[in-house]
C-alpha cells in the first residue's frame, strides 16, 4: 500500500488529514526512532520530503508536514541543547515515519 493512500479527503474544505493513531503506535513509533542511528534518521526524512513533494503544491497537509519535516532535518544537523533534544522527539511523535 503506498504511504500516500492513508491520506483522507476531509469534510472542512477538501483539507488532507493524517490517519489517526493510537497512544500506542506513538510510543512504540517513538522508541523505533531512538535506535535508529543519524543516518538512518536522515534518510527517512528525505524520503518523506520526496513523497510530500509529489503531492499538490496547494495541500495544506503537504505545506505543513514539509515544514516539520524541514525543522526535522535543522535539528538534526546542529548539536542540540536538551530543549532542542525534545522538541526534535515531539516533532518526530506527530509523524508516522
Known amino acids: 500500500m503506498d504511504p500516500s493512500e492513508g491520506l483522507l479527503k476531509g469534510t472542512n474544505g477538501g483539507v488532507d ?3 489517526k493513531e493510537s497512544g500506542n503506535q506513538v510510543v512504540g513509533r517513538k522508541a523505533a526512532w531512538n535506535r535508529k542511528g ?4 536522515k534518510a527517512a526524512v528525505d524520503e518523506e520530503i520526496s513523497r510530500m513533494n509529489k503531492l499538490p ?6 505545506i505543513h ?13 546542529m548539536q542540540r541543547t ?7 522527539e515531539m516533532l518526530f511523535a506527530g ?3
Not at 543519524?38 to 534518521?41: A, N, Q, S, V
Not at 516539520?68 to 535539528?75: A, G, P
Open 38 to 41: 543519524l543516518e538512518e534518521k
Open 57 to 62: 503544491p496547494n495541500s495544506t497537509y503537504a
Open 65 to 77: 508536514r514539509l515544514r516539520v519535516l524541514n525543522k526535522i532535518l535543522h535539528l538534526l544537523s
Open 95 to 97: 509523524l508516522s515515519l
Open 17 to 19: 488529514q493524517p490517519p
Open 82 to 88: 536538551t530543549s532542542q533534544e525534545e522538541e526534535l
